[in-house]
């Protein structure tokens, strides 16, 4: 089956722009989560959706947002980019989001703020 | 996991050498961990995981260590291969927080042959 595939896999934004990051899951999965990965913080929980709620958000600013369509495509949205938010960003997908069920990451989006 | 910022500790090893990877975590009420591997422009790759009521588990030619008293975890590679050249992270969750994984910062294991 497909894994979780995210959109676009490169990109270059000004900053003060905004961005929007797509991620669809595994097919069948409900549970998408983000996560931020740098050098220097590492992989840092940002949010989890499930059923199109947010159930869960990390310690970021709220320039940081996200969605979950019925689908349960998801989408994350960082408004008035700054530098430091140039990482990679992760989704991970999982059936239901309960800790003994594996989560499924995709290859990430690598965002660079200039 | 605890992030250790920027320094990434590296493991360099033989191959066919065993590899011990260490982790340490700060939350007592974690109950699940999870062993990740991240090759260069990808995603962490799901290796290997242990419930808080276990303290050993193995899979294929990795064992999983959990030491609850000490807040200690550790990845045992038996025959370490070139294709396990990666950096390997540690993650643990609880059950109120759903999907939320807390990561550390993470080890690189360089396999010379």
């Known amino acids: 089956k497909a894994g979780v595939t995210q959109t676009p896999r490169y990109l270059i934004k000004t900053r003060g722009q905004q961005v929007t990051l797509s991620c669809s899951p595994i097919?069948?999965?409900?549970?998408v989560s983000w996560y931020q990965q740098t050098p220097g913080q590492g992989l840092q929980f940002l949010f989890e959706?499930?059923?199109?709620?947010?159930?869960n958000k990390g310690n970021f600013p709220g320039r940081f947002s996200g969605r979950q369509f019925s689908n349960s495509r998801s989408e994350m949205n960082v408004s008035t980019l700054e530098l430091g938010d140039s990482a990679l960003y992760l989704c991970?997908?999982?059936?239901?989001?309960?800790?003994?069920?594996?989560?499924?990451f995709g290859q990430g989006t690598r965002l660079t703020v200039v | 996991g605890e992030s250790v910022g920027l320094h990434l500790p590296t493991l360099s090893v033989q191959e066919g050498d065993n590899s011990i990877i260490n982790c340490a975590y700060s939350?007592?009420?974690?109950?699940?961990f999870i062993w990740y591997k991240q090759e260069s422009g990808k995603g962490p790759q799901f290796i290997i995981d242990?419930?808080?009521?276990?303290d050993k588990r193995q899979g294929q030619r990795v064992t999983v260590l959990l030491n609850k008293t000490v807040k200690h975890l550790s990845l045992q590679i038996a025959a370490t291969q070139p294709g396990d050249s990666a950096v390997y992270f540690c993650?643990?969750?609880?059950?109120?927080?759903?999907?939320?994984?807390?990561f550390g910062g993470g080890t690189r294991v360089l396999v010379k042959p």
């Open positions: 991970a997908s999982s059936l239901d989001g309960r800790p003994n069920t594996e989560a499924f």
């Open positions: 097919s069948g999965h409900r549970s």
């Open positions: 959706y499930f059923s199109e709620t947010q159930r």
């Open positions: 939350n007592s009420a974690s109950d699940y």
């Open positions: 242990i419930r808080s009521n276990m």
């Open positions: 993650a643990d969750t609880f059950e109120a927080a759903g999907n939320k994984l807390t």
